[in-house]
């Protein structure tokens, strides 16, 4: 079965700072990658996903991730946060195998201070 | 409307209560999930089906039920309500063909509090 790991629960930025939140998986095979974002008071929207070619991949409002194989991670960057980027990020991968079920890290709560 | 629905928004309840909350999808996907959330522990699997007459236990099912009364509804039954159930219950669709490609489509939560 597949894990993920978020490196840090919280997060604080001033507006205008960059940002890169963590993400490392545990599994043996190939995977999907996604990121999803929560709005406060909301539910959970798709930020950005990998599931094959280029390893670099770009989202909505700015976001982009990497895929590092080797290093297991997917990392989230976003050169310059505003206040409405307050949210929390979740992390979550599932098996490349048609039956596999999404595994969520257990999100970072970023504040981005005005 | 929204893709996929979930009822109630809101319900307090009372311990030892059996409650039922629904979720229904107008996204014509075969696979149905019910996660719950908790501060610091992120979304956790209940239960899932991958088409109506398949139904199967996700990483804390104990204390819960589900039933496919259809493939568009998918709703999740706690027997017997207690305290440390109070949590964000989302319910969550994907596509058989294309879940690795598209993701899950969530619901916009149902926020349980047993007292």
């Known amino acids: 079965a597949q894990s993920v790991s978020q490196h840090n629960h919280h997060v604080i930025l001033s507006e205008a700072a960059s940002l890169e939140l963590g993400c490392n998986y545990s599994?043996?095979?190939?995977?999907?990658l996604f990121w999803y974002v929560q709005y406060p008071g909301q539910h959970l929207q798709l930020l950005l996903k990998y599931f094959s070619g280029d390893p670099l991949v770009k989202g909505i409002k700015g976001f982009e991730a990497e895929f590092i194989k080797s290093k297991f991670s997917f990392n989230l960057r976003k050169p310059s946060v505003q206040w409405s980027d307050t949210a929390e990020y979740f992390c979550?991968?599932?098996?490349?195998?048609?039956?596999?079920?999404?595994?969520f890290g257990k999100g970072t709560m970023l504040l981005v201070s005005p | 409307d929204a893709d996929v629905t979930q009822t109630p928004r809101n319900r307090i309840t009372k311990t030892g209560k059996r409650i039922m909350l629904e979720c229904s999808q107008t996204k014509g996907h075969d696979r149905m999930y019910w996660y719950r959330q908790d501060p610091g522990l992120g979304l956790r699997l209940i239960y899932y089906s991958f088409d109506v007459k398949d139904i199967n236990k996700g990483e804390i099912s104990d204390g819960y039920s589900v039933s496919r009364q259809a493939q568009a509804k998918f709703s999740l039954s706690l027997e017997s309500a207690i305290p440390n159930q109070t949590a964000l219950y989302f319910c969550?669709?994907?596509?058989?063909?294309?879940?690795?490609?598209?993701?899950?489509?969530f619901g916009s939560g149902t926020r349980l509090t047993v007292v």
């Open positions: 599994y043996g095979g190939t995977v999907n």
């Open positions: 969550a669709t994907s596509d058989a063909t294309r879940t690795g490609s598209y993701g899950y489509t």
């Open positions: 979550a991968v599932n098996a490349n195998s048609g039956y596999s079920t999404l595994t």
